[in-house]
């Protein structure tokens, strides 16, 4: 419990302060908290995974203020997006930690897409899905890459 707790807390704080490091692109960020998500699925198990990611989200948005709001709607549904791919892709495949990260952005990606579709009735906002991808892939291969990392150091089996 007391694991699992701080990963919820480094969590929470990693996706309060990920705004500050833009990349570019207008709504992008790193998913550097899917992290911590990633470690609590390797470490613990797939309901901590849930935990820390869909705790996380509902926590921030509602210190932020922004609970039921559409960005709260996007990083809901994005989240359990991601986080139903890592559990299908880690049982049925053999993906990496890479591989698994980076589809768990691309369907993170894809559940904000839905989520837009669906709130603003414009079936069009898919045209925006290429440039999701196009910066969702490399983040999530460098979230990988993170998790990978750690998991080689911290988590043995």
Known sequence: MTVLTM???MAMIVNMIEPVFVIGVPGVKLGLANVLGLIAFYLLGVKELFIVNVMRVLIVSLLRGTLVGTGFWLAFIGTLSSCLSIVFFHKVTKMSEIGISTASATFHNLGQIGVIIF?????????????????GVPTGILTGYLVKTINKRFITD
Not at 123 to 134: F, H, K
Request: aromatic content about 4%; charged content about 0%.
């Open 7 to 9: 990963l919820l807390g």
């Open 119 to 135: 709130i603003t009735n414009m079936p069009l906002m898919i045209t925006w899905l290429p440039v999701m991808l196009l910066t």
